[in-house]
């Protein structure tokens, strides 16, 4: 079956680092989104990989190893706004979208 | 602003009615999902449409149903709703089926 694992929760202390990781086995792929999602709102999209490497976009960075059905996405610097979930998400050989069940990131000051 | 509107936005219902959730995007995108979006769960997409006039069903398709009649309009219509269907609907866009997808804010169903 097809499959995403992403860490149910993480705590991170304002202005720090953090890395949430994602690891999936689909059949196939197609790409994979990070999102962010506030508490009861919408997701709302953070970034895009399909080819192995670091995309970096300001504070983060998302980061895919297609051979070892991997990805993360490091935030900087962070900021009580950052307090969110995120999701990872992975189309498979089908073009469908394969979501991970949210990582809740809790941010101290 | 051009995006994505979906209504009502929150519904409670009676067990055994009908109900139809509307979505509408001004973008002229091909592509439209539902999904569901339940605690401790990932997203699941009930029915999707990859253009007008051709529907598909999804991971978890059961009780609900879809049309695509134009580019803009993609409804979700439970039809005889029942208590496991207590959820948080998103309606979605893309311009194709690669893209980058963009979320109405939602509609809270609570079925009693």
């Known amino acids: 079956g097809q499959n995403i694992d992403q860490p149910t929760e993480m705590t991170a202390t304002e202005g720090a680092i953090v890395q949430i990781n994602c690891t999936y086995q689909?059949?196939?792929?197609?790409?994979l989104f990070w999102y962010q999602q506030h508490a009861g709102e919408a997701p709302t999209f953070l970034s895009y990989n399909v080819l192995d490497g670091l995309e970096e976009k300001g504070r983060f960075s998302s980061f895919l190893s297609r051979s070892k059905g991997y990805s993360y996405l490091l935030l900087k610097e962070l900021q009580m706004k950052d307090s969110a979930s995120y999701l990872c998400?992975?189309?498979?050989?089908?073009?469908?979208?394969?979501w991970g069940a949210g990582t809740k990131l809790i941010i101290k000051p | 602003i051009a995006g994505i509107t979906q209504a009502p936005t929150s519904q409670i219902l009676a067990a055994g009615r009908r109900m139809t959730l509307r979505c509408t995007q001004d973008?002229?995108?091909?592509?439209m999902y539902w999904y569901r979006q339940d605690l401790g769960l990932g997203l699941r997409l009930i029915h999707y449409?990859?253009?007008?006039?051709?529907?598909g069903k999804g991971e978890v398709p059961d009780g609900y149903s879809v049309s695509r009649a134009n580019t803009d309009d993609f409804p979700l219509t439970l039809a005889s709703a029942v208590p496991s269907q207590t959820s948080v609907y998103f309606c979605?866009?893309?311009?194709?089926?690669?893209?980058?997808?963009?979320f109405g804010e939602g509609s809270r169903l609570t079925v009693l």
């Open positions: 998400a992975v189309r498979d050989s089908n073009y469908q979208l394969i």
């Open positions: 973008m002229r995108h091909n592509a």
């Open positions: 979605v866009s893309s311009e194709t089926n690669t893209g980058e997808l963009f």
């Open positions: 449409s990859n253009t007008a006039g051709t529907t």
């Open positions: 689909t059949s196939g792929f197609n790409g």
